[in-house]
């Protein structure tokens, strides 16, 4: 049987677009059977409705706390019966409720080498720390933020004439390479969690998360 994804998404979906790509290329076994947005005018749902995928808008601003917009995320959610969910580019913060109910079947990928930069502006963060390599992560939700098991990364050398934005632009590239690879491993069962700590072929990844080098 087909695994089943949701996509959730604030903004112009451009690792969504990855992911529908490998999907339709057939590297990742599954289906993506949603992409949900907590903001309408959210590009990412035009990308999904070219590729025939249903969408939903939820918007947060119609309920009086994060507590209630997010049960009202799980039963919509639930809707498409997920076997994965897909946090790219969905900028709220998850209530603890919301990330137990998905455990282990919530990802989520940040634009920093976690555990550095944890947070936002990481790209102009990594510049003024005088990092000599900066990167993206995924890694599965837990309740801190961008805190979660990591099991794959990818790094880009740092230039002299790097900007936030010229970073912000290599880091993206390789965030479309290994998302569609992550969701790939996880629907595969090559990707297990236990007692917190990844493993990838029933190897621990406690202390070394593959990672893509530029």
Same mark, same amino acid.
């Given at each position: 049987m087909t695994s089943s994804i949701v996509v959730l998404i604030s903004g112009s979906g451009s690792n969504l677009q990855a992911i529908i790509d490998a999907v339709k290329a057939e590297e990742i076994p599954?289906?993506?059977? &949603?992409?949900?947005? #907590?903001? &309408?005018? /959210?590009? !990412?749902l035009e990308r999904a409705k070219q590729a025939g995928i249903a969408t939903e808008v939820l918007s947060h601003t119609d309920f009086s706390s994060r507590e209630s917009f997010d049960q009202a995320m799980i039963r919509l959610i639930n809707q498409?019966? =997920?076997?994965?969910?897909?946090? /790219?580019?969905?900028?709220r913060i998850l209530s603890p409720a919301f990330v137990?109910?998905?455990? !282990?079947?919530?990802? #989520?990928?940040? =634009?920093?080498?976690?555990?550095?930069f944890q947070g936002l502006h990481t790209h102009k963060r990594a510049i003024e720390a005088g990092e000599?390599?900066?990167? /993206?992560?995924?890694?599965?939700?837990?309740?801190?933020?961008?805190?979660?098991?990591?099991?794959i990364q990818a790094a880009v050398e740092l230039?002299?004439?790097?900007? =936030?934005?010229?970073? /912000? &632009?290599?880091?993206?590239?390789q965030e479309h390479l290994i998302y569609p690879i992550a969701v790939k491993w996880?629907?595969?069962?090559?990707?297990?969690?236990?007692? !917190?700590? =990844?493993?990838?072929d029933g190897i621990s990844l406690a202390n070394n998360i593959p990672k893509l080098s530029v």
């Open positions: 599954g289906e993506i059977r &949603a992409v949900i947005s #907590n903001k &309408a005018e /959210a590009y !990412g498409y019966d =997920p076997d994965l969910v897909v946090l /790219a580019g969905f900028m137990q109910y998905f455990e !282990g079947r919530l990802l #989520n990928i940040h =634009p920093s080498l976690l555990p550095k000599k390599e900066h990167g /993206a992560s995924v890694h599965f939700v837990t309740e801190e933020l961008d805190g979660g098991p990591v099991f230039d002299k004439e790097d900007t =936030p934005e010229s970073l /912000a &632009a290599k880091v993206l590239k996880v629907l595969e069962g090559r990707i297990q969690l236990k007692g !917190g700590v =990844p493993y990838l």
